[in-house]
Nanobody
Framework: VQLQASGGGLVQAGDSLRLSCAAS????????VGWFRQAPGQEREFVAA????????NYADSVKGRFTIYRDNAKNTVYLQMNSLKPEDTAVYYC???????????????????WGQGTQVTVSS
């Protein structure tokens, strides 16, 4: 599967953005999809994931209650709705997908076989 991430931009603290991860190839519903982010000089960190088939979602504590991950199977796209953005959310955001991810591995970027290019999110204070 090929992934295309989009939707990043420059916003002010408190604003919202919606990131999109569009897939081509197999039906995206058969993949567990994760969003990760990487700030300059930092390691890539888990943001959110939505499991294949069940649709169960998981979030990093830092974004819980502010971000929502969801699917539109008709569009073969996974979205990350980001509300109440903070300057510390500034990073390059990546989507990743895997067909056979072990459930407990969802926060581990090394568990995902397919990656999209990043999209920059910058939140000014």
């Amino acid at each position: 599967v090929q992934l295309q991430a989009s939707g990043g931009g420059l916003v002010q603290a408190g604003d919202s953005l919606r990131l999109s991860c569009a897939a081509s190839g197999r039906p995206f519903s058969t993949y567990t999809v994760g969003w990760f982010r990487q700030a300059p000089g930092q390691e890539r960190e888990f943001v959110a994931a939505i499991r294949r088939n069940s649709g169960i979602t998981n979030y990093a504590d830092s974004v819980k209650g502010r971000f929502t991950i969801y699917r539109d199977n008709a569009k073969n796209t996974v979205y990350l709705q980001m509300n109440s953005l903070k300057p510390e959310d500034t990073a390059v955001y990546y989507c990743a997908a895997d067909l056979s991810l072990i459930v407990s591995s969802y926060p581990n970027p090394n568990a995902y076989a397919n990656w999209g290019q990043g999209t920059q999110v910058t939140v000014s204070s």
